[in-house]
């Protein structure tokens, strides 16, 4: 019998696009969606919100801010996941009760998804996202001082992106703008993305892949990461956050990484508005909150 031919580590091309299919491990990943979803609507109701706010001139450039309770607060900027295919910042609200509750300001970004909009726009996108709240954060008690970001899967690649990015060259702001990050279950790495099923949409060249991979571009002065992971995701997952986390620290740059037993993948997004668990504990602490 003819074995198959490795595409990617030990992974033949089945095996490879197994491994960015998280849903193959969580079958009810639709049941967990739609009590994030319900949860959200519960929070917008709780908190002060100001939904759909533009930050550019496209339909997919808005965001939901939830404004701090005090003045000078901490901003936290949350990019959402999806495989950069779906979803939406209003299944994030949830997410801002906890950071609201311990004192920050938080913002939930929309921006346009694949393959509508190219993986490069998307970064674009949230580039703007970010310097719009930098730029209007007095309007809701924060300090662009303090400026945070956090994400979650692919949302994590996009906040991956956020923290590496050269922000005088791209918006004439602070190199320090981000003074640190959440990133959970994230892709740091697009090569074996690249290789994978998912580039039937993502569509990344060898040129792209490498724009958009913020393991291969990380500053000399990055600012400190909480990086989290499951162990009931996929192995290769697992792997993209070992590596970024390794990575950063190997730079000398500060990390605290969080390995969750047991935790799936659509679970994981609920430990951001978990104050007993150790990435929201880690990450308000490393806000001073």
Known sequence: METAAKVWLDY?????????NQRSLVP???????????ESARVREKLDCRLDVAYGPSEDERLDVFPALAPGSPLVVYMHGGAWTRSDKA???????AFVEAGAAFVAVNFGLCPKVTLDEMIRQARAAVAWS????????ADP??????????GGHVG?????????????????LVKGALLCSGMYDLEPVRLSARNEYLRLDA???????????????GCPLVVGYGGGEQEEFRRQSMEFAAAWRGAG??????????????????????????ILKAMLALMGL
């Open 160 to 176: 991956g992106m956020m923290v590496v990015t050269d922000w005088p060259a791209v918006h004439g702001l602070p190199r320090d």
């Open 91 to 97: 299944n994030e609200s949830f997410m801002a009760e």
């Open 253 to 278: 740059l500060e990390v605290r990484e969080f390995d969750m037993p047991g935790v799936n993948h659509f679970e994981l997004r609920r430990h951001f508005n978990g104050p007993d668990g150790p």
């Open 28 to 38: 009810d990943a639709d049941d967990y969606i739609a009590v994030d979803v319900a």
């Open 145 to 154: 001082g303090r400026l945070f970001i956090a994400g979650h899967s692919s």
């Open 134 to 141: 930098h730029a209007n954060a007095a309007d809701f008690n």
């Open 207 to 221: 040129a792209a892949e490498a724009r958009n991979s913020s393991i291969r571009q990380i500053p000399p002065d």
């Open 12 to 20: 033949d091309q089945d095996a490879l696009d197994a491994q960015y």
